[in-house]
C-alpha cells in the first residue's frame, strides 16, 4: 500500500482550499416555498478531510449539487483557493452513492472515464490510469468487467475514477452506504490510508457517524429542514488512524458528542406537537 | 434493472420461436471441450425437435387415415418430398426474399436510429415526432402495400418500404426505452465531470439502450420476413411470396407448405444471428448474465 505511484500522477492541487460561504437554496414546490439550506458556511483548508452529517432529508444532496456545479444558490458562495467557482464543475471530483460503473467499461475505462469526458482520448485515459491500479490494489482486475467485481473492490474503481480526475477537491457521498460492515470498515481504513498518502483536499458527506469520526479532521453537523451548521466538531485524533483508534475512549467520546448533536430537541418536539 | 431486462427479454423470447431461441441464448462460453458444448447444446435441443417431430407423425396419421385430397392438406412427408425435388426453384425464390429482408432491416434500423436521436435529443422534436410514430402504426399494411407496388413497381424498393414500414417501430420503441433506462444519477456524475449532453448520449444512453434495442431487434427481425412475403404477395417477379401464391393457384399445396417451412427456417436463422451480434456488440452483457444465472 506505500506509494507506488508518484503524487504528481494526481496532478493534486496541493494546498487548494474549499469554502462554502452562507449558502442558501429553497425549492419551490406546489406553490410553496420550501427552504432546504439556510446560511451553511464550511471550510477546508488544502489536504484537509471534512465531514458533513446530519438527519436524513436534511438537505445535504441539495448541499452536494452545489459543490458540484450542479445546481446555483439563491445565495451564498462555494470558493476555491479563495476564487468564486460557484455554479462551475471543474473543480470537485464527485464520488457518488452507488458506484456507477458502467457495466460495458472494463475497470481500467471505468477509471478512465472522467478523463476521456474531459477530452482524452481512450489510449491516454488507460495510460493515465495504469500506473494508479497497483496503489488502488486494481492491478488484476485492471480488464475486468465491473459485475466480476466484489462491492468493496467496485467502491476502489469508483474511488480512482474520481481522484484520477487531479481536480482540486474530492467530494465523497455516503460511499461505503451500501456495504455490509465488514466491508465497509476495510474500505474506511483503505481510504483513510490512501488520504494519509494522498492529502486530497476532502467533503465527505454521511450518515454513518464512526466514518465521519474515523476519517476527519473536523465534522459539520447540520440539522434538519431548513439545514443550518448546528455544530462543528474537531476531530483531535493522531494520524495515522488504524483499527486500533476505533476502540480508544476519545473515539466513543467523540461518537458520543455527534449523535447527542444529531438527535438534539426538535424530534421530542415534533412528537409533542403531533400528540396535539 | 437486471430483472427488467430479464423480463424484456422472456417476454421477446415467448413471442416468437422459442425453441430456436435455447441453443442460441445460452451458448457454452467457458465449456472446456467442444464435444462437450454440442452435447449440452444438443441435450438443451432435443425438446424441441421432439414435439415438432410428435406434431408432424400426428399430422401424417390424420392425413393418412382420412385420405384428404392432397391438394386440400398433404403430408408433411410428401411436402418434404415434393419440396427436395423443387429446391432449386425454392432457393431461387428464397434468395430475393432474404435480400429484401435484410436490407429492409437494415434500413429500418437506420430510420429508427435516426429518429431515437432526434426524439430523445430535443424534447420538441419529441411531441412532434412521438404521435406520428404511434400513428403510422395505425397504417393499415394490407392497403399501403398495393400502391407502393403502383407507384414503385415489382423491384425492391416497395417491399423494402413494407418492411421498413412494419419493423422501424420496436426497434425505434426499443431505442427509446433503452435511452431512458439511464440512471439519473449516471447523468449526474457525467455532468459532474464536465460533460455535456451529446457526451452524456454517446457514453452512456446508447450503451445503456442496447440490451433494449436487441430485445427490439428479435421482434423486428421475425416481422421482417413476414413483411417481406407479404411485399412479394401483392406483387413481385419472384420470391417466397409470389412463388407461394402462384403454387397456391396452380393447387400444389405441398408446394405452399414447402415455402412455408423455409419462411420459417429464413426466421430461425436471422433471429438466431440477432443473438450472435449481440455478443459481439456487448460481450459485458451475456457474460454478466450467466455469471447471474450460474451464481
Known amino acids: 500500500m506505500k506509494a507506488a505511484a508518484s503524487p504528481d500522477t494526481f496532478l493534486v492541487h496541493e494546498g487548494s482550499s474549499v469554502e462554502v460561504a452562507g449558502v442558501s437554496k429553497s425549492f419551490r414546490r406546489k406553490g410553496e416555498s420550501l427552504s432546504v439550506l439556510q446560511g451553511i458556511s464550511l471550510e477546508a483548508a488544502g489536504g484537509e478531510f471534512i465531514s458533513v452529517i446530519g438527519p436524513s432529508g436534511c438537505g445535504k444532496s441539495t448541499m452536494f449539487n452545489i459543490l458540484a456545479g450542479l445546481e446555483v444558490p439563491d445565495s451564498g458562495d462555494v470558493r476555491v483557493n479563495g476564487a468564486v467557482v460557484t455554479g462551475q464543475t471543474e473543480h470537485f471530483a464527485y464520488m457518488p452513492q452507488k458506484d456507477l460503473l458502467f457495466p460495458w467499461r472494463r475497470v481500467i475505462d471505468n477509471a478512465g472515464l472522467g478523463l476521456e469526458i474531459q477530452g482524452m482520448k481512450r489510449s491516454q485515459a488507460r495510460a493515465r490510469v495504469e500506473p494508479l491500479l497497483e496503489t488502488f490494489g486494481l492491478t488484476e482486475f485492471a480488464s475486468c468487467y465491473p459485475f466480476e467485481l466484489s462491492g468493496g473492490m467496485r467502491q476502489r474503481v469508483a474511488l480512482l475514477r474520481t481522484v484520477v480526475q487531479g481536480r482540486p477537491v474530492v467530494l465523497l457521498d455516503e460511499p461505503f452506504g451500501a456495504l455490509d460492515y465488514l466491508t465497509r470498515t476495510d474500505l474506511q481504513l483503505w481510504l483513510s490510508s490512501m488520504w494519509e498518502q494522498f492529502h486530497w483536499t476532502v467533503i465527505l458527506v454521511t450518515h454513518d457517524v464512526p466514518e465521519a469520526v474515523l476519517m476527519s479532521d473536523r465534522v459539520y453537523v447540520l440539522g434538519a429542514r431548513p439545514a443550518t451548521v448546528k455544530r462543528v466538531v474537531e476531530v483531535d485524533l493522531g494520524r495515522p488512524r488504524g483499527l486500533d483508534c476505533l476502540g480508544t475512549a476519545h473515539f466513543a467520546e467523540l461518537e458520543e458528542v455527534l449523535l447527542q448533536e444529531l438527535r438534539t430537541p426538535e424530534r421530542p418536539a415534533d412528537g409533542l406537537e403531533i400528540r396535539r | ?295
Do not use: C
Request: glycine share 8%; proline share 6%; charged share 15%.
Open chain 2, 1 to 295: 434493472m437486471a430483472v427488467t431486462r430479464r423480463s424484456l427479454e422472456t417476454g421477446s423470447n415467448g413471442l416468437v420461436a422459442p425453441q430456436v431461441v435455447a441453443p442460441a441464448s445460452t451458448p457454452r462460453r467457458r465449456t472446456p471441450r467442444v464435444s462437450g458444448g454440442a452435447r449440452a447444446a444438443a441435450q438443451r435441443t432435443w425438446p424441441a425437435l421432439v414435439g415438432v417431430a410428435v406434431l408432424l407423425g400426428l399430422w401424417q396419421l390424420i392425413v393418412s387415415l382420412l385420405h384428404t385430397n392432397p391438394t386440400v392438406l398433404p403430408t408433411p412427408w410428401r411436402v418434404a418430398v415434393q419440396g427436395w425435388d423443387n429446391r432449386e426453384e425454392l432457393w431461387q425464390n428464397a434468395l430475393p426474399t432474404i435480400q429484401e429482408t435484410l436490407i429492409g432491416i437494415a434500413s429500418a434500423l437506420v430510420v429508427s436510429a435516426v429518429l431515437a436521436t432526434i426524439v430523445d435529443l430535443s424534447k420538441i422534436a419529441r411531441r412532434v415526432i412521438y404521435p406520428m410514430l404511434v400513428a403510422s402504426q395505425s397504417i393499415p399494411v394490407i392497403v399501403i402495400a398495393p400502391l407502393f407496388v403502383i407507384w414503385f413497381g415489382f423491384g425492391l424498393l416497395p417491399k423494402v418500404l413494407v418492411i421498413i414500414l412494419v419493423t422501424f417501430f420496436p426497434t425505434t420503441v426499443s431505442l427509446l426505452e433503452g435511452f431512458n433506462s439511464t440512471e439519473p444519477e449516471a447523468s449526474r456524475l457525467i455532468r459532474s465531470m464536465g460533460g455535456g449532453r451529446l457526451q452524456e448520449f454517446w457514453k452512456l444512453r446508447v450503451p445503456t439502450s442496447l440490451p433494449f434495442f436487441f430485445t427490439g431487434l428479435r421482434v423486428a427481425v421475425s416481422f421482417a420476413v413476414l413483411a417481406a412475403i407479404f411485399g412479394e404477395w401483392v406483387g413481385a417477379i419472384n420470391g417466397l411470396g409470389i412463388y407461394m401464391e402462384l403454387e397456391k393457384n396452380a393447387l400444389r399445396t405441398d408446394l405452399v407448405f414447402a415455402g412455408v417451412v423455409v419462411t420459417a427456417i429464413i426466421s430461425m436463422i436471422l433471429y438466431g444471428l440477432t443473438f450472435v451480434l449481440q455478443r459481439l456488440v456487448m460481450p459485458w452483457y451475456s457474460r454478466s448474465r450467466q455469471a447471474q444465472r450460474s451464481s
